[in-house]
Nanobody, 117 residues
Framework: QVQLVESGGGFVQAGGSLRLSCVVS????????MGWFRQAPGKERQLVAR???????NYADSVKGRFTISADGAKKTVFLQMNNLKPDDTAVYYC???????????WGQGTQVTVSS
């Protein structure tokens, strides 16, 4: 069963940057797509970035051009570089693994990102 441990969140001012990390265990990393989700208070969890096993990436429109997802297969770690952060980016950020079209039901604890105006 996949285990996910997120880190790297924090408190930043608008325009600042953060780099999130997610260490993955329990799966053959290269066989899965990986994604970063976020959930703001009172809102549903949304997918913001995804990377496939062969390195293809896609992003939600709200973060396109500002966020970059990457992966280090040797370290079984997924990263989310977030630049030019906005107050609307404030949320708890989670990573997850996708096999086919299904995301894992096993979520990590997430990491809080707070952006002040």
């Amino acid at each position: 069963q996949v285990q996910l441990v997120e880190s790297g969140g924090g408190f930043v001012q608008a325009g600042g940057s953060l780099r999130l990390s997610c260490v993955v265990s329990g799966i053959v990393f290269r066989n899965f797509n990986m994604g970063w989700f976020r959930q703001a208070p009172g809102k549903e969890r949304q997918l913001v970035a995804r990377i496939t096993g062969n390195g293809y990436t896609n992003y939600a429109d709200s973060v396109k051009g500002r966020f970059t997802i990457s992966a280090d297969g040797a370290k079984k770690t997924v990263f989310l570089q977030m630049n030019n952060l906005k107050p609307d980016d404030t949320a708890v950020y989670y990573c997850n693994a996708q096999w086919g079209s299904a995301w894992s039901n096993n979520w990590g604890q997430g990491t809080q990102v707070t952006v002040s105006s």
